[in-house]
Structures are given as structure tokens and as C-alpha cells.
Nanobody, 122 residues
């Protein structure tokens, strides 16, 4: 129901735009998040946007470089990634949650996409 795309290979300092398209249900009332998982590491929070699109939160490691946005009319969430670093290399997942629990915890999300690989070369 969530399809992430837009990953690829990019050089340090480059940019990518990830998309997460929802199908099967309307996610306009869900908070949406992006997480990532590097090889040998746990999945970690990257960014989240509330259902209204008015409030966003970012991990300190990506603040000022990444921007999350959503288009509820298109049932799509985006992650604009700039000034990419090798440490950003990971599989990126989009996820959706309802309710008022913490937006930063993977365990609070109800739906997950399949992930898209981002590789940043040095």
C-alpha cells in the first residue's frame, strides 16, 4: 500500500528526491514518516510530517539538508535530500501512522513501504 521510489547512486554533495505513493486507502489523515536502515544497523528515524502537513520533525543528522513534504491530493509523500554524505547510505522506508503516539518510533507506525536504496559515494 506504500510504494517508495527515487533511490539510486549519487556522489557526495548530490541530491535525490524520494517519493512514497500510497494506494488502497487514503493516507491524508495519517502522519507520514521516513526511516532508514544502513547495513548492520537498526532502522532509524529520519523525518516525519503530520497529517495536515503543517508540522515536520527531523533527525539532527539530516536537519537543514532534508525536507519532507506531502501532497494529500496525490496521496504521496516526498523526501528531498540535499548535500548527501556517505553516512546517508541506507535503505529508506516510508511509513504511515495514526493516533497521537510518538512520531519518532518505528514501532508506532502501522504501514510500511518496501524501501528504496540510496547509495552515496565518496
Amino acid at each position: 500500500q506504500l510504494q517508495a521510489s527515487g533511490g539510486g547512486l549519487v556522489q557526495t554533495g548530490g541530491s535525490l528526491r524520494l517519493s512514497c505513493a500510497a494506494s488502497g486507502r487514503t493516507f491524508s489523515s495519517y502522519h507520514m514518516g521516513w526511516f532508514r536502515q544502513a547495513p548492520g544497523k537498526e532502522r532509524e528515524f529520519v523525518a516525519t510530517i503530520r497529517w495536515s502537513g503543517t508540522i515536520t520533525y527531523y533527525a539532527d543528522s539530516v536537519k537543514g539538508r532534508f525536507t519532507i513534504s506531502r501532497d494529500n491530493a496525490k496521496n504521496t509523500v516526498y523526501l528531498e535530500m540535499n548535500s548527501l554524505k556517505p553516512d546517508d547510505t541506507a535503505v529508506y522506508y516510508c511509513a504511515a501512522k495514526s493516533g497521537s503516539s510518538s512520531l519518532h518510533l518505528t514501532s508506532n507506525y502501522d504501514y510500511w513501504g518496501q524501501g528504496t536504496l540510496v547509495t552515496v559515494s565518496s
